[in-house]
């Protein structure tokens, strides 16, 4: 049977973070009378020029030692001739380690061009025993405690002790072929490997970070401490990016892309990465990057990389997308002027096409006022082709005179009857037959 353990991680073309970007100290061991170096890779292009290192136990901090080249200065008594400075500064030896030099440890460095950088350290030293061996654990899964050790001699038992914040207590009881959980916390959930020494964990919880020790005896009666620190840590979540402060021209486009998640985790890391040539931005510890951009239009696309020491999650945007291709200055000016003029012409349109209905309705008006005058100053009624002669005596028999339809007044009416209408005592056959 074997465990496998997974440890995540991604390698850049540029150096990490710096640890007070992370959030986190970086933990360092240290063996009782040994050698630590509190070290973290940094890009040196730009000279340091003074370095403050700082020592905090468990109560207060103090200065340390002081770094200005040539110059170095141990100020806290505990330290005397056991500091040494190496890497210009940011890195610090402590030799004959003793037990009280454990605690948080940071370096305030400066650099020539007035930028700062600060750097931390959780050291721990341990007594007769070898250094824990760190292991990190994701929450919902599994996690091996296994270190390589000569089985040449059988085992004969193993003691699995745990460790929290509060007390040690039993946790699990191997002699082959018997295996016992002793603490509650992790029933059902651990597993034997490798006669005992190898210790499987699933279903992790948080509360399963801590300490665990296995006392292992031989047949032969030789007894072997192993001791692991394990982390169990949350699933990182998915991140989310924000734009702010964007200003571009056709030429270029700046703006802030802000990449966060609801929880605030210390555990967490912001990285930028522009594709598709890789380079790396140093996120601050909010997760805000600043970018410029030359071509808006170019196919650039960032990522936001959000991790922790065994998960991680990404967020991407794309240059195109944010920094869309403005109206050049020129054309904005035309359309400013352009749509009042327009508006101008349509209202000037639609007033003219008011003025020249009211004319023509008013033409039409007059015209049908002269053609009703001229009806009736012939003695016609617009409502039938029938016209009673004038000055008719009721006891008479009456005559009609059948005139022409109004449409040909002017042109068709008879001579006889024209010349009746102008004198009505003319004498016709009408009156000559009446006599």
């Known amino acids: 049977m074997f465990c496998l353990f997974i440890h995540l991680s991604l390698s850049f073309l540029f150096p990490a973070a710096s640890p007070a970007n992370q959030g986190v100290p970086l933990r360092v061991n240290g063996l009782e009378k040994h050698s630590a170096y509190l070290k ?39 330290f005397h001739n056991r500091l040494e400075p190496l890497d210009s500064g940011t890195t610090l030896r402590i030799s ?42 994701l929450e919902q899964h599994s996690v091996c405690l296994q270190n390589d050790l000569d089985l040449t001699v059988p085992v004969l038992e193993v003691l699995w002790l745990f460790k929290t914040k509060e007390r040690e207590v039993r ?8 295996f016992e959980i002793r603490f509650p916390q992790f029933h059902n959930r651990l597993e034997p490997l490798d006669s005992g ?18 006392a292992i005896t031989y047949t032969d009666e030789e007894t072997k401490r192993l001791t692991f620190n394990l982390t169990v840590y949350e699933p990182v979540p998915t991140p ?62 960032f990522h936001c990389l959000l991790e922790n020491p065994v998960d991680q999650k990404n967020a991407s945007i794309h ?12 054309l904005q000016r035309y359309y400013l002027w352009f749509i009042p003029l ?35 100053s012939l003695g016609f009624d617009n409502h039938s082709e029938t016209e009673y002669m004038p000055h008719s005596n009721p006891q008479e028999t009456q005559y009609i005179i059948v005139g022409a339809s109004p449409q ?23 009156t000559t037959i009446r006599s």
């Open 40 to 78: 973290i890779h940094l890009d040196l292009t730009v000279p340091v020029l003074e370095v403050l290192w700082l020592f905090k136990p468990k109560e207060k901090e103090v200065r340390l030692a002081d770094f200005q080249k040539p110059h170095f200065e141990i100020r806290f008594p505990q």
């Open 96 to 137: 004959d380690l003793r037990m009280e030099d454990s605690g948080i440890y940071t370096a305030a460095i400066s650099y020539t061009d007035q930028e700062t950088k600060r750097l931390t350290f959780n050291l721990t030293v341990y007594a007769n025993q070898d250094v824990p061996k760190e292991v990190d654990g």
């Open 171 to 178: 946790l699990a009881y191997f002699r082959k072929p018997h």
């Open 197 to 214: 020494t190898t210790l499987r964990i699933s279903d992790l919880r948080m509360e399963d970070s801590g300490i665990y020790t296995a």
């Open 240 to 301: 989310h990016i924000w734009i702010e402060g964007k200003k571009q021209t056709t030429e270029w486009c700046n703006f802030t892309a802000r990449c966060s998640v609801k929880n605030n985790d210390s555990a967490l890391t912001f990285t930028w990465i522009n594709k598709p040539n890789k380079t790396e931005y140093l996120a601050f510890s909010n997760g805000t990057v600043v970018a410029s951009v030359e071509s808006p239009t170019s196919d650039k696309e």
């Open 319 to 330: 240059v195109q997308t944010i920094c869309s291709t403005p109206v050049s200055g020129e």
């Open 342 to 376: 327009f508006l101008i012409i349509l209202i000037a349109l639609l007033v003219w096409l008011a003025v020249a209905r009211k004319k023509r309705k008013k033409i039409y008006n007059r015209k049908s006022s002269h053609e009703t005058k001229t009806t009736h």
């Open 408 to 430: 040909s007044q002017s042109s068709s009416i008879p001579e006889v009857q024209r010349q009746y209408l102008q004198n009505p005592k003319l004498e016709t056959i009408y």
